[in-house]
C-alpha cells in the first residue's frame, strides 16, 4: 500500500479523489504464488456495538484512567482540542491489578498503545484504522484538563455474523457466564478464530477453533467464518496431512512442519462435521474432504500397530495442576491416551463423511481402521476391571464420550468419572481437550445433577469463578486472577480467550435441550428435551436454524413443570418433556393420551408450530 512521504503529519485531502500523491513512496509489486489463492466468502469485520465510559479515575500511581465496563475488541475514537505537537497516549488492558493499578504484563511484547499528535486547527477526531486493540481499561497521556466522556467512545470490531442464538436462566451467574461467551466469540472472531485479542500473538490457533465451534453456531450464524477459515486449513496443511497449529500458518519455518498435535490438528476432521450438523450442507464434507482423509492417514502413519504414542502433542492444554505436585493432586492425562481417543474419533467421523457422500470404499476402509484403534486403547490403556492407566476426569471423559470403551465397561467408567469429580471437592479438573464434554458425558450417563453442580461451582476452579471475580469474558486460565487478587504467570495469561466457553454448547443441547438429530441435519429434524436441574426455575433458549426460530422456554413453578415450544415451519420435532409417574401431561389445556414415556419423559412428536406443554396431576 502506498503512504505519505512525511510520517506522522495528515497531508490534507489524502483520502480525497483527486489529491496529488506525487510525492509518496512507490507501490512495490512482487511476484507472489497464486496457487492457492482463496476467495472470500465470509462476512467482512465490520464496527458494531459502541461503549461510553462508565467511569473515569485515578489508580493510586496516579494513572489517568477510563474503564469501558466491558471486555472488548475494537479501538477508541476521541475528540480532542490542543496546540500544534501535542501528544496524546491511549494505552489499553484487559485488568487492573491488586492495587487498583493499570496492568499491562500480560501483553507480552504487545505495546497496544495509539499515539496522536495534534494538529492545533481546532477540535480533532482521532480514530484508528489499521489495528485494534483488547482491552477493558484505557490510560490516558498528554491530556490537558478533566476528561470528557462524551468525548471517549471504545467501538468494537468482529466479523458482521448475524446472532442466531440466546439463552437466559433463573441464575443471574449463569446468565454473566453466557454474556462471557459470547463476547469472547465477538472478540476473537476477526476473519479467523484468533485465540486472544490483546497480547503478541493473535493467531488462528485450531485447537482453540475446534472446541468452540458447537457453541460457536449457536451464538452466530458461523457457517461461512468457517467455510472460508476451513478451506485456509486445507491450503496450510502439509503434504504429510499433519495440521498446523495456527491458521494461517504463520509459525512455519523453512524445513519444519509444526503441527499435528491432538486436539489441534483434529480441527480439520471436527470443524466440518459440527458445521454440517449446525447447517445440513454436505457440501463443507466435499470441500474438506481430502483434507480430514489426509489427517487421519497421517496418524495412522505414525502408529505402529493401530497405536499413535509418538509426536509433540499439547495434551489436555491449561488442566488443573498444584505448583508442588508430590501430593499427586494435579490431573495429568497421558499425551498418548488422548492422541489414541482423537485418532479414533477422527477416524470416525471420516466414516460418517463418506456415509454422507457415498463413498463406500471409504466407509469400510477406516471403519474396520476405528475398530482396530479402540482395540490398541483398550490393550494399551485400559485394565480388565475398566481403569483407566490416567486417573483423570479427562480421561474417563474422552473414553465416554468417543465409545472408546466396551458397552459393559461405560457405566462404571462413568461413576469412576464422578467419584473423580467428589475427590476434587466437586470441581471440574479438566484442560482445553476434556472440558467440552465434561458436562456432557455426564448427563449422557445419567449424572445431569453432577453436571449441574459443576456448572454451578463458583471456586476455583470452575466456569463461575471468573464470574465471581468480575470477568465480562472467558479467561485463558481458570484462575488468571488467583482468589487473593495476584495474577497467573504474564506470559500466559489472556482475559478473553474463548475456549473455556464450549459450555455453552451443553446450555443450549441439555440445559435447554435443543439439539439436531445426525441423519436429518441442520435441524431439520428436530429435538428439544430439556433437562432440569440446578435450582433453575425456568431456562429459556432460542436458535434461528436454517428453517426459522426454535425455541425452548422451560419453567419450574410451585413444582408444576411446563414447556413452551417453536418448531420452525418445514421441519419435524421429537419433544421429551419431563414427567413423573402419575402425572398427566397437556398441551394449551388439552391432556395428552397415549404418549410414550421412556427414561424420564413423555415423548411427543410435533409438526412445525407453537405448543405449550404443561405437566400435572
Request: aromatic share 14%; glycine share 8%; with cysteine.
Amino acid at each position: 500500500m502506498a503512504r505519505p512521504l512525511m510520517r506522522g503529519k495528515t497531508q490534507k485531502g489524502w483520502t480525497d479523489p483527486g489529491f496529488n500523491d506525487k510525492n509518496w513512496y512507490g507501490v512495490a509489486v512482487k511476484d507472489m504464488p497464486k496457487n492457492i489463492l482463496i476467495a472470500t466468502i465470509n462476512e467482512p469485520v465490520k464496527q458494531h456495538e459502541t461503549f461510553k465510559p462508565v467511569r473515569i479515575f485515578k489508580t493510586p500511581k496516579g494513572e489517568q484512567v477510563i474503564d469501558f465496563g466491558q471486555n472488548l475488541v475494537g479501538w477508541v475514537k476521541f475528540k480532542v482540542s490542543g496546540k500544534a505537537g501535542d501528544t496524546i497516549r491511549l494505552s489499553h488492558a484487559e485488568v487492573l491489578d491488586k492495587p487498583g493499578d493499570f496492568y499491562t504484563d500480560n501483553l507480552r511484547s504487545a505495546k497496544s498503545q495509539d499515539t496522536y499528535v495534534l494538529s492545533g486547527n481546532g477540535e480533532e477526531t482521532f480514530e484508528p484504522h489499521f489495528t485494534w486493540q483488547g482491552f477493558r481499561f484505557v490510560k490516558v497521556e498528554g491530556y490537558k484538563g478533566t476528561i470528557n466522556p462524551d468525548d471517549f467512545t471504545a467501538i468494537t470490531l468482529y466479523s458482521d455474523m448475524k446472532p442466531t442464538g440466546s439463552f437466559t436462566c433463573s441464575n443471574a451467574m449463569i446468565n454473566q457466564l453466557q454474556h462471557n461467551i459470547q463476547w469472547g466469540q465477538k472478540g476473537n472472531f476477526l476473519d479467523v478464530p484468533t485465540d486472544c485479542p490483546q497480547r503478541d500473538e493473535r493467531l488462528g490457533w485450531t485447537g482453540d477453533a475446534q472446541v468452540f465451534s458447537r457453541t460457536a453456531s449457536y451464538n452466530m450464524n458461523v457457517k461461512n467464518f468457517f467455510d472460508k477459515w476451513l478451506k485456509d486449513v486445507a491450503a496450510d496443511q502439509y503434504s504429510s496431512g499433519s495440521v498446523p497449529f495456527v491458521i494461517p500458518d504463520v509459525v512455519k519455518r523453512a524445513g519444519t512442519e509444526p503441527g499435528g498435535s491432538t486436539g489441534w490438528a483434529d480441527v480439520s476432521t471436527i470443524v466440518p462435521w459440527n458445521m454440517y450438523l449446525a447447517y445440513g450442507d454436505k457440501r463443507i464434507l466435499e470441500d474438506q474432504y481430502s483434507s480430514m482423509k489426509a489427517w487421519v492417514d497421517y496418524m495412522q502413519h505414525k502408529s505402529k500397530n493401530n497405536l499413535w504414542n509418538t509426536g509433540d502433542h499439547f495434551g489436555d492444554w491449561l488442566f488443573y495442576s498444584v505448583n508442588d505436585d508430590n501430593s499427586g493432586e494435579s490431573a495429568i492425562t497421558s499425551k498418548y491416551l488422548i492422541a489414541q481417543c482423537f485418532y479414533a474419533y477422527s477416524t470416525g467421523l471420516l466414516v460418517n463423511a463418506a456415509k454422507v457422500l457415498g463413498k463406500t470404499d471409504d466407509v469400510g476402509y477406516y471403519s474396520a481402521l476405528q475398530a482396530k484403534v479402540k482395540d490398541a486403547f483398550l490393550r494399551e490403556y485400559v485394565t480388565p476391571n475398566g481403569l483407566i492407566s490416567s486417573d483423570t476426569q479427562t480421561a474417563y471423559v474422552l473414553a465416554l464420550q468417543f465409545d472408546m470403551l466396551p458397552e459393559d465397561l461405560r457405566q462404571q467408567a462413568a461413576a469412576r468419572l464422578v467419584s473423580n469429580v467428589e475427590r476434587y471437592g466437586n470441581h471440574l479438573t479438566t484442560g482445553f481437550l476434556g472440558t467440552p464434554y465434561l458436562c456432557h458425558v455426564l448427563s449422557r450417563f445419567g449424572y445431569t445433577d453432577v453436571a449441574y453442580r459443576l456448572l454451578l461451582q463458583d471456586t476455583y476452579p470452575s466456569w463461575l469463578y471468573p464470574v465471581k471475580m468480575g470477568a465480562t469474558t472467558i479467561w485463558e486460565r481458570w484462575d488468571g486472577i488467583r482468589p487473593d487478587g495476584s495474577f497467573e504467570a504474564a506470559s500466559m495469561n489472556s482475559f478473553n480467550h474463548y475456549s473455556y466457553g464450549a459450555i455453552g454448547d451443553w446450555m443450549y443441547r441439555v440445559v435447554a435441550g435443543i439439539d439436531t438429530k445426525t441423519d436429518t441435519p441442520g435441524y431439520k429434524h428436530i429435538i428439544i428435551k430439556p433437562h432440569t436441574g440446578g435450582n433453575f426455575t425456568y431456562a429459556n433458549a432460542d436458535y434461528e436454524t436454517i428453517y426459522g426460530k426454535v425455541s425452548s422456554h422451560w419453567k419450574l413453578e410451585n413444582n408444576a413443570f411446563s414447556l413452551d415450544v417453536e418448531v420452525p415451519v418445514n421441519t419435524t420435532a421429537t419433544i421429551y418433556v419431563p414427567v413423573k409417574d402419575g402425572d398427566v401431561v397437556s398441551e394449551s389445556g388439552k391432556p395428552l393420551t397415549g404418549l410414550k414415556t421412556a427414561d424420564g419423559y413423555a415423548i411427543v412428536d410435533a409438526g412445525s408450530g407453537v405448543y405449550h406443554f404443561s405437566v400435572g396431576r
